[in-house]
């Protein structure tokens, strides 16, 4: 799913932070993740967020796109908090509301035969059953 689907989307609640393997944006009527699909050889982790989190939550998103960068053996990398170092790619998603913007950095490493890419999509579509009770 590609993030500008979330456009016009209001999140109620969101998890996930620095460090995370995963976030989790909750609508009234859906719950969507961005994670990575682990494989064999490889670490995909949100390395940062800049900007605040709750600035998302309440408001509807209003511009949303994704930015990658990679780089064999970046400059100043700590290569001993990665299992494997051959290959590198940074994945940025910005998204903003009226509220503010929240850039989500993720990073992944592998020895480049292996994906670093992020995936976006509805983890659970919420669903209200009606009250059939007299």
């Known amino acids: ?3 500008q689907e979330l456009l016009g989307k209001t999140f109620t609640k969101i998890e996930g932070k620095k460090g995370s393997e995963e976030l989790k944006f909750y609508t009234d009527d859906n ?3 961005m994670y990575h699909e682990q494989d064999c050889c490889e670490c995909v982790e949100v390395e940062d967020i800049c900007g605040d989190l709750t600035d998302l939550i309440g408001t509807p ?4 796109f994704e930015k990658t960068n990679s780089e064999e053996h970046p400059e100043g990398f700590d290569a001993e908090c990665r299992y494997l170092d051959d290959s590198f790619t940074w994945t940025f998603y910005t998204i903003r509301t009226e509220k503010g913007a929240v850039t989500i950095r993720w990073l992944g490493s592998s020895n480049g035969y292996y994906s670093e ?3 976006l999509e509805i983890a659970h579509k919420i ?5 059939l009770s007299n």
């Open 31 to 33: 719950i969507y993740r």
């Open 117 to 119: 890419s992020v995936t």
């Open 61 to 64: 998103v209003v511009d949303a």
């Open 127 to 131: 669903s209200f059953a009606p009250n």
């Open 1 to 3: 799913m590609d993030i």
